[in-house]
DNA sequence: AAGCCGGGGGA
DNA sequence: TCCCCAGGCTT
């Protein structure tokens, strides 16, 4: 693999050929640095929306330090991965502070902030300062993985090293930031998952999984086991026109973020009693269950989740909460101004409908 | 080295 | 249904 024709070959085909995105309208490393954040794990499509509000509402670091942590996980709502946004949050705080509100261009010193690992510093100091630092993520495996015939599973846990190496040696050090932008730009429009368009592909005559006509094959992954599944009774829990809400601890799964307290059980809806007195021991109050408001159904990363919902009413006590981390008695309202969860929205229009708005 | 952490859209 | 997306942190 001769890397100037590698480098050609892509570098012509992205000025005619690569998509304008909100993020490649700036020069910013600040606005580069929060779009490629969100591209964690993420669609294009999906971050474009929160890209332009959060730059609207943050449009700099020490907006955004001086933020309540609640606000901006209020804009991340409906994202995922909330520790994106609370480590942004956290970084953006240190350059604030620290850094005299400039993003730092050193790598070593940008990836010592919380969320900065290896891609978001390749990726920011590469795009915004010209840094020559290769970007190894999801599409750039899948496009090296074809071209070389690399066998290593891309989803196992030292395959960014393994393919860290030849994308460092590929990388154009004259245009380190189209390059990056290049490689990831084909592995979303040309070298796809499937049904890779081959026949557009500016690498194709260089590609030995094209030669070989073993495209199918790569990249290689190790089998994923399947989710689990758990079931949740969710309470909505009336007192005098408001329901309670709770917020999660920090920490874990949907850190930070509101709902309507929960109880795990087997799945078995019969059980009113055993719920009542489940969620007595969650939230300190007794309740009375009326009926069963609805289901609903999420997927997250590791598990399945059922959840059915409750409308209950208070009858005794005062809130004292075992894992939650605060409450408020919110109306339908009060609670849009609160970050809520996916699984919590769900079940927000029939919510509304029962309690007659 | 392995597990954890959301949500969505395409096939 | 399953796959997989501009990954990083904790243990």
């Given at each position: 693999m001769e890397p100037e024709i590698f480098r050609k070959r892509l570098l012509g085909w992205y000025a005619t050929h690569h998509r304008r995105l909100p993020w490649r309208e700036t020069s910013d490393p600040y606005a580069i640095w929060v779009s490629e954040v969100m591209l964690q794990q993420t669609r294009v499509a999906t971050a474009i929306p929160y890209y332009q509000r959060f730059i609207d509402r943050f449009p700099t670091p020490g907006h955004l330090a001086d933020a309540d942590i609640q606000s901006v996980l209020k804009l991340w709502?409906?994202?995922?991965?909330?520790a994106r946004a609370r480590n942004l949050h956290r970084a953006a705080g240190i350059v604030d502070s620290r850094f005299n509100g400039q993003v730092p261009d050193n790598p070593a010193v940008f990836q010592s902030?919380?969320?900065?690992g290896d891609y978001i510093a390749a990726a920011v100091l590469s795009i915004?300062?010209?840094?020559?630092l290769a970007v190894v993520d999801g599409n750039v495996k899948r496009v090296l993985s074809r071209l070389m015939e690399?066998?290593?599973?891309?989803?196992?846990?030292?395959a960014h090293k393994i393919f860290k190496a030849p994308a460092t040696g590929l990388i154009c050090p004259k245009h380190p930031a189209d390059f990056n932008q290049a490689v990831m730009e084909l592995g979303a429009l040309?070298?796809?998952?499937?049904?890779?368009a081959c026949g557009a592909c500016p690498l194709s005559v260089l590609c030995l999984a094209n030669r070989h006509h073993t495209?199918?094959?790569?990249p290689k992954r190790d089998a994923s086991r399947k989710a689990p599944h758990r079931h949740l009774s969710i309470g909505v829990i009336l007192k005098k026109g408001k329901m309670l809400a709770v917020q999660r601890p920090m920490?874990?799964?949907?850190?930070g973020l509101w709902e309507f307290p929960a109880v795990p059980t087997d799945?078995?809806?019969?059980?009113w009693k055993g719920f009542a007195e489940m969620m007595a021991t969650e939230t300190g109050l007794t309740i009375a269950v009326d009926r069963r408001l609805t289901r609903i159904r999420h997927a997250y990363t590791h598990f399945r989740l059922t959840g059915d919902v409750y409308l209950c009413r208070h009858v005794a006590g005062r809130v004292r909460l075992k894992s939650a981390k605060g409450h408020r008695w919110v109306t339908l309202r009060s609670l849009a101004h609160l970050p809520l969860h996916k699984a919590n929205h769900k079940f927000m229009d029939a919510l509304a409908a029962a309690l007659g708005r």
């Amino acid at each position: 693999m001769e890397p100037e024709i590698f480098r050609k070959r892509l570098l012509g085909w992205y000025a005619t050929h690569h998509r304008r995105l909100p993020w490649r309208e700036t020069s910013d490393p600040y606005a580069i640095w929060v779009s490629e954040v969100m591209l964690q794990q993420t669609r294009v499509a999906t971050a474009i929306p929160y890209y332009q509000r959060f730059i609207d509402r943050f449009p700099t670091p020490g907006h955004l330090a001086d933020a309540d942590i609640q606000s901006v996980l209020k804009l991340w709502e409906g994202l995922g991965y909330y520790a994106r946004a609370r480590n942004l949050h956290r970084a953006a705080g240190i350059v604030d502070s620290r850094f005299n509100g400039q993003v730092p261009d050193n790598p070593a010193v940008f990836q010592s902030l919380p969320g900065v690992g290896d891609y978001i510093a390749a990726a920011v100091l590469s795009i915004a300062f010209g840094r020559v630092l290769a970007v190894v993520d999801g599409n750039v495996k899948r496009v090296l993985s074809r071209l070389m015939e690399i066998d290593s599973p891309v989803n196992r846990n030292g395959a960014h090293k393994i393919f860290k190496a030849p994308a460092t040696g590929l990388i154009c050090p004259k245009h380190p930031a189209d390059f990056n932008q290049a490689v990831m730009e084909l592995g979303a429009l040309i070298c796809r998952p499937k049904k890779p368009a081959c026949g557009a592909c500016p690498l194709s005559v260089l590609c030995l999984a094209n030669r070989h006509h073993t495209t199918a094959d790569f990249p290689k992954r190790d089998a994923s086991r399947k989710a689990p599944h758990r079931h949740l009774s969710i309470g909505v829990i009336l007192k005098k026109g408001k329901m309670l809400a709770v917020q999660r601890p920090m920490e874990g799964l949907l850190g930070g973020l509101w709902e309507f307290p929960a109880v795990p059980t087997d799945g078995e809806q019969g059980d009113w009693k055993g719920f009542a007195e489940m969620m007595a021991t969650e939230t300190g109050l007794t309740i009375a269950v009326d009926r069963r408001l609805t289901r609903i159904r999420h997927a997250y990363t590791h598990f399945r989740l059922t959840g059915d919902v409750y409308l209950c009413r208070h009858v005794a006590g005062r809130v004292r909460l075992k894992s939650a981390k605060g409450h408020r008695w919110v109306t339908l309202r009060s609670l849009a101004h609160l970050p809520l969860h996916k699984a919590n929205h769900k079940f927000m229009d029939a919510l509304a409908a029962a309690l007659g708005r």
